[in-house]
């Protein structure tokens, strides 16, 4: 069983910036590929960025490009997510989440394939 702890969020003014954290433990893979996914209120969870399990591959979801910034360090087993250019429109509840199978890329941030999550960190965007 994999352990996802997420850490980082919390209230910011637009245009700032926050530095989400997903602390992985447990599990009988050295690596699982990791995802970035959030659910704003009354809209369903999305993906908004994933990673594959050496860091070589990364999807971002379009709203998203060029604003975060996802990455991973497997010595420390944790995986971030580095926003900028905050936006109200990313209010909502992060959660990171692990995926042990291999999957085609156009799926690498399918929800489905996700097996594990962790409780979700809060994010809120406003003046």
């Known amino acids: 069983q994999v352990q996802l702890v997420e850490s980082g969020g919390g209230l910011v003014q637009p245009g700032g910036s926050l530095r989400l954290s997903c602390a992985a433990s447990?599990?009988?893979?050295?690596?699982?590929?990791i995802g970035w996914f959030r659910q704003a209120p009354g809209k369903e969870r999305e993906g908004v960025s994933c990673i594959s399990a050496t860091g070589g591959t990364t999807y971002y979801t379009d709203s998203v490009k060029g604003r975060f910034t996802i990455s991973r360090d497997n010595a420390k087993n944790t995986v971030y997510l580095q926003m900028n250019s905050l936006i109200p429109e990313d209010t909502a509840v992060f959660y990171c989440?692990?995926?042990?199978?291999?999957?085609?890329?156009?799926?690498?941030?399918?929800?489905?394939?996700?097996?594990?999550w962790g409780q979700g960190t809060q994010v809120t965007v406003s003046s």
């Open positions: 989440a692990a995926r042990s199978r291999l999957v085609a890329v156009q799926n690498m941030c399918t929800q489905r394939f996700y097996e594990y």
């Open positions: 447990g599990g009988t893979k050295d690596y699982y590929a």
